[in-house]
């Protein structure tokens, strides 16, 4: 067979590990690979590449992706439908493995209504894909949050300040939750559940209180203060998918906690540096897990799914599964996290 492989939306570690997976896996099978650029703006474009042992030898360690990518939705191209059918046949793609979020896997899965085969493959540094335990790139996110916390610790201690770290997680707090936790941070703010000013302003009162005249506070791009309404954006415009750009309320807590404490208070946005890097032990397995999964499902006709990690087992669940809404933080670490305030 010819089967196609593209990276969109946001990158995120462990994306090559997971293009090197399918192209191994694929060719060790007798098929052809086709590495399509730029997300769904190349198969647009119809700008592809075959994908050899040789171009995808020594990028297991490699951040971001060979294959380029991008926030296109190809559906709002003029033509677009047309554009995407009349490359397939071109090229005489049999099957496309999307690896992506929310935005891709939802053109994998318009794709597939349409009669092409489409596997899906879940990254997102997120973690907010429903159906899967874990998404690519989420474990290399969440020890970077989790290292940034322990160097803020000690600058942090030494000036007697409170820290804010902002963090990415749209909808999700999964980022948030699990990094602040591992890092030590005295409060985790997460969109799944609103919070004031005042209660950040009064964990840090009775840090100070108790002789602790430092404090660490997480919070992701996404959550919402109730003093200032909807999540805090950049600008008010949107991408294709229909997304505004976060970003702002680590500044707005910062300015807030310290009119309203008096403590001096001063903020670190992680932004892109958490897509950045080598991806973690855990990322590069589960990528190479998920790349090998998705060639056997289509290997199998197995089209229209997506692979995921339940537990310890690689399966396969229904794309209209996957984008089914956004899979919340655990209420349970969160609950967890509130133990150390």
Not at 320 to 340: I, K, M, V
Request: aromatic share 4%; proline share 4%.
């Amino acid at each position: 067979m010819q089967i196609a492989v593209l990276t969109g939306g946001g990158d995120a570690p462990g994306l090559n590990a997971a293009i090197r997976a399918i192209t191994r896996r694929a060719l060790d099978g007798g098929h052809e690979v086709i590495g399509i650029r730029k997300g769904w703006l190349g198969l647009l474009e119809g700008d592809t590449f075959p994908l050899t042992r040789d171009s995808v030898s020594g990028i297991l360690p490699r951040g971001g992706t060979i294959l380029g990518t991008s926030r296109t939705n190809p559906f709002k191209a003029d033509e677009g439908e047309a554009r995407l059918m009349r490359t397939i046949e071109r090229l005489g793609i049999d099957a496309i493995i999307a690896i992506g979020g929310d935005d891709t896997l939802s053109v994998a899965l318009r794709l597939f209504k349409m009669g092409v085969n489409v596997v899906g493959v879940p990254k997102t540094m997120d973690n907010d894909v429903p159906g899967t335990d874990y998404t690519i790139g989420f474990d290399t996110a969440v020890n970077i949050v989790m290292d940034a916390c322990d160097r803020l610790h000690t600058t942090a201690e030494a000036h007697h300040r409170v820290m804010i770290v902002e963090v990415m997680g749209r909808d999700a707090g999964w980022v948030a939750g699990v990094g602040g936790l591992s890092g030590g941070a005295d409060v985790i703010l997460v969109p799944e559940v609103p919070f004031t000013i005042e209660e950040v302003c009064e964990v840090v009162r009775r840090r100070h209180a108790r002789g602790r005249t430092f404090s660490i506070v997480v919070v992701a791009e996404g959550a919402r203060p109730t003093d200032f309404g909807l999540q805090i954006t950049q600008d008010a415009r949107v991408d294709e998918f229909g997304h505004v750009r976060l970003g702002g309320i680590g500044a707005l807590l910062a300015r807030e906690v310290e009119a309203q404490t008096g403590y001096e208070t001063r903020v670190t946005v992680l932004g892109h540096l958490q897509r950045g890097g080598s991806p973690t032990v855990f990322d590069r397995l589960l990528a190479t897990r998920l790349g090998v999964a998705a060639v056997e499902a289509v290997e199998a006709g197995k089209f229209g799914m997506m692979m995921a990690l339940r537990g310890t087992k690689i399966v396969s669940v229904d794309l209209e599964e996957a984008l089914s809404g956004t899979s919340p933080l655990d209420p349970e670490l969160y609950r967890l996290s509130r133990l150390f305030h």
